[in-house]
């Protein structure tokens, strides 16, 4: 059995486990010391373990207000070393499933995982492991209801190559957050960008232009030749300032979540629709699981691998989704006005 | 651009093409001259061509009477040599979604796409193409509604790759077919079976168990620890006899198509179910789904591809699907009765 954790950049995250992973049991989200992600004597692995686990309570707290159904608890251990807490919320009065998911997990790093690292063989010979690895990241994808109401996507995550005495050999972060509508409200689309332009230039101008093309270029579904949603921010291999900057860049960025995302589904959730606007989120729900199944690199790679959390890794798909052959939407109708922005990806901010 | 068709074995078929493909129309089916499959002096590439264009008029014609409502016919045709139907019948009476497709493509295989038949490096040398290549292909899925009716695959296949005269350098069938229920009636896996290993014992007794054996292994969830249904035949590069006498097998297996469904449909459409049976109908439908979109390789390369016709490839899909977390079986249901069977294979004859 080899150690087989996915360290391939991703929307999704840290399921990917050597052997198997075990549940422990339906928890209540213990509390923690949301300190210590703010001293800068403590290990970045356990600041950053620290701060994903405030932010899962945080949104988790906030959702379940939002929706007035509450998340299931789900801690698991892995049996090399980590654990994750899984909350998913299913069949709520808002949301038809929304998952919230963390894992924090280290072991050895085989030969076999870290060829498959490209971008970092220059740091790392593989005919020296196995290395020390260590990884921890948060993983939210919302699916609500009302086909007005958009889907919501947000990843970040921390990733650790170690020297045998537990120091970091190489590091980096990676994530974003993306927004995939059924139909377009530019309002939404807008403030969405809006906030996240706004997370980024609080460190670094150059970060939102960037990260937000990163992102149409990532969550794009090449076969229909069109982008999943109306994008966000997508980066990975960060790690071009010093830890302690981009650490405080994800933190804003995981914070700017909830205010990114909760006037969206507020403004949304309650409006009137009919069979034609559910029949048309289905199909697009359908896109979603294409997109997610084909291309996403951590799902397909996590999905590969022996002793993944699947069920964990899956909570990224729709409840329902549809296919029907040769569906094409209307001229000049709101299902061809969403379909236009997604084969041509949008400025959202100026 | 690069000729991409896509050779890999596969429960798929052939709408791996190059550039773009264009729909010329919806046609009837032209009647075919079913004698030329029979005449040894006819090259193979038009007997298959033939044989399977009978086959899809012979099968679209019994399911339509079935069904009740007509079957919509899409030709079109390739920019850089060839051409397909696409036969599909949507929200019928029985079933949900029902396509029967063939194409028939030729061109150049370029070096890259030479390179990944590894199982051929020996005939062919890359660095002396690009080769002209020829394949015909035949690929039904059938989801009825009613959850105790099965859904049906099959694709047959012929492959050349030609000498600059026409005349095959190298050429192999594969194919198969199977069942997918989303409850156990034991006598229908035992009828589809009996009837394909008739089928093949006319021809070599050795193929049924090998070919069973083959779609255990190919159907099969990975990541799941479980088959997609309880199997059929399944065989790929076959060229270990005449062609003649492949040819001659492989018409055996797609005649015994409708004796081998038919009769399993005819049994279980009108049966009577509730909202739990077309519950779990739909989370199995979502396994069909991660089957297609992250394991089949005919279709996971055919969406890869530059120019495949998306809508021909992606016909395998049910009409609707579900996901739900940590969904369980209850202890001593028919729904656990399923998956013990998904789980542990079994011999259906003896």
Redesign the interface.
Known sequence: MTVAFCFISSGLSFYYLNGSSQLIGQVECASSNIDINNDKNVPMRLRMEEYIKSLQQLITKEIESLDGKKF?F?HWVRDQGGEGI?C?L?DGNVFE?A?VNISIVHGKLPEAAVQQMKSRNKEIDPSKGPYPFFAAGISIVMHPHNPYAPTVHLNYRYFEINNEDGTPKTWWFGGGSDLTPSYLFEEDAVHFHKTLKEACDKHDVTFYPEFKKWCDTYFYL???GEARGVGGIFFDDMDRKPAEEIFAFVKQCGDAFLPSYVPIIKKRMNMKFGKEEKHWQ?LRR?RY??FN??WDRGT?FG??TPG?R??SI??S??????????HVPEKNSREKKLMDVLKNPRDWVA
Do not use: F
Request: proline share 3%.
């Open positions: 299931k789900d899984s998913i299913q499933k998952g090449q076969h229909r289905q359908g699981v294409e199944l084909i397909k999905l590969q993944a699947i069920e899956l909570m798909l729709p409840l329902t989704a549809r296919w029907e052959y040769m």
